[in-house]
């Protein structure tokens, strides 16, 4: 897929994302809308057998409602979802959603998060997992740099600006363990073409991955148009495919936009079990 084509489906044109909207404030679960994941993996040739797995975690930081007394609440809102689920959820409609609790009266937190996982199920067509969290919780994250070694110093001249796998190479005869980072991953959305920003967490065994090329294949998503998870899955594949790593993790950390940030994580040997915000989060 190009960068200015986009999968014909239906399930597309169907979506809020990129038309005038109008906000309900009032409690609207059926504002959600899933986008199947089977649109980008047939693009990129993934099958029912992934080659990874992994999970979709949502950070809400604009979540709002009202107890039995009227009494506005505030949360920080947590939220995973399987990447074996039928469908992503779509980011515009999952923050119509959010809007919608704003003059919501709920008996209790554990009364909306229970609706919250109820709702994001059925739009996924999974189990999805939500937990709401005061401000002040210990749960809540505080802000982290990215560990590993940092391409971004590299110089080197680039001139290619939509995805391309051949820039991606490994030296076969040199065997490492290397965890690395950019923060200049740049793509835009598939429907509204606005950016989307986000640090590239890559860690990985096997033959050494070329480090300039891998920058430069980075920076290719430029002027691409995709989903978050959509093109975290087309990195994935593309490096298992050009540099067969034995074991390989592929995590980025979006900004935020509308409150709701978008951390896809994709892996065939380790879970993700830390939840660290970084600086432009």
Known sequence: MTNTEQPSDNSLNSLSLGKITDYKDTY????????????????I????????????LWNGYEVSWLN???????????????????????SKSFKLYLNSLNQSKFTD???LESTLCQDLSTCAQASVTVTLNPLNSDSNF??????????????IEIDTYSPNAQLLSANTSTKVEECLYSDLLKSNCLITHQP?????????SGSKINHEGLLKYIVSFRQHNEFHEQCVERIFCDILNKCNPTKLTVYA??????????????SNFETLDVDLRLPRQ
Do not use: M
């Open 196 to 204: 989307d920003w986000a640090t590239l967490y890559i860690r990985y």
């Open 28 to 43: 609207s679960p059926e504002l959600l809308q899933g986008v199947p994941r089977t649109l980008s993996r047939e693009q």
């Open 68 to 90: 039995n007394k009227g009494k506005p609440q505030v949360a920080i809102l947590r939220c995973w979802v399987p990447i074996n689920s039928y469908n992503l959820i779509e």
């Open 109 to 111: 937190w554990q009364t």
């Open 45 to 56: 040739g993934l099958e029912s057998d992934l080659p990874f797995q992994g999970v979709d």
């Open 142 to 155: 505080n802000v982290y740099n990215p560990k590993g070694d940092c391409l971004d110093d590299l110089d």
């Open 253 to 266: 950390r979006y900004t935020r936009r509308g409150g709701l940030d978008i951390n896809p994580f994709r």
